[in-house]
């Protein structure tokens, strides 16, 4: 599961807070929300789990092994592509490779 800091839009795992649930990023309390693939998100929100994704691990099969956002273990890869093709203004190849040409 990931988290938005509401003070200073941090995105990352909860995993990562500090004990007391402050926001690693600006330290405030009481303001980290849960976010699922259904919340709303920014470009520069997509781009940071685009990187969180990157860190998920896929089996040979294409699927992840562990959850991302609201998604199982087992979802196909491409599928969570495609849920960042839908939302991000220049597509999941920008995303994935840079550029668009």
């Known amino acids: 599961m990931f988290a938005r800091c509401l003070q200073c839009n941090w995105i ?3 995993k990562e807070t500090k004990e007391d649930g402050q926001c690693p990023h600006c ?5 980290l929300m849960e976010l699922d693939s259904d919340s709303s998100f920014t470009d520069p929100d997509l781009e940071q789990l685009w990187d969180a994704f990157g860190d998920t691990a896929i089996n040979d099969l294409d699927e992840i092994e562990e959850p991302f956002l609201d998604f199982p273990a087992g979802t196909y890869r ?5 849920w960042f093709d839908e939302r991000y203004s220049k597509g999941v ?3 994935a490779y840079g550029s668009l040409s």
């Not at 491409?78 to 495609?82: A, G, Q, S, V």
């Open 27 to 31: 330290s405030s309390t009481g303001y």
């Open 12 to 14: 990352g795992m909860p």
């Open 93 to 95: 190849y920008f995303l």
């Open 78 to 82: 491409f599928d969570i592509w495609h």
